[in-house]
């Protein structure tokens, strides 16, 4: 079992730049690929990014692309979202995610909110 500690949220202009990390417990980190989802009020959670356990192949919600990049560090058990040119739309609580094979695990989520 892994646990996920999201961090890094707060209030931002439209335009601005946030970095959400995600520190995961356990020794088996490298072994889990990573996503961000985010959930907007009265809305489904939704898929913002992944990375590979590697760190090699990353993907994105198109919404996001261009503007949001995935990265981890294996080594700090930690992966990370640099979130750039910020819109109000991107206000949600955001959250952390490990999978390996069919489990799932999530962290208790940060939010974001973007002010125009």
């Known amino acids: 079992q892994v646990q996920l500690v999201e961090s890094g949220g707060g209030l931002v202009q439209a335009g601005g730049s946030l970095r959400l990390s995600c520190a995961a417990s356990?020794?088996?980190?490298?072994?889990?690929?990573m996503g961000w989802f985010r959930q907007a009020p009265g809305k489904e959670r939704e898929f913002v990014a992944s990375?590979?356990?590697?760190?090699?192949?990353?993907y994105y919600a198109d919404s996001v692309k261009g503007r949001f990049t995935i990265s981890r560090d294996n080594a700090k058990n930690t992966v990370y979202l640099q979130m750039n040119s910020l819109k109000p739309e991107d206000t949600a609580v955001y959250y952390c995610?490990?999978?390996?094979?069919?489990?799932?695990?999530w962290g208790q989520g940060t939010q974001v909110t973007v002010s125009s």
């Open positions: 995610a490990a999978r390996r094979g069919p489990l799932v695990y």
């Open positions: 356990g020794r088996t980190f490298s072994s889990y690929a």
């Open positions: 990375i590979s356990r590697s760190g090699t192949n990353t």
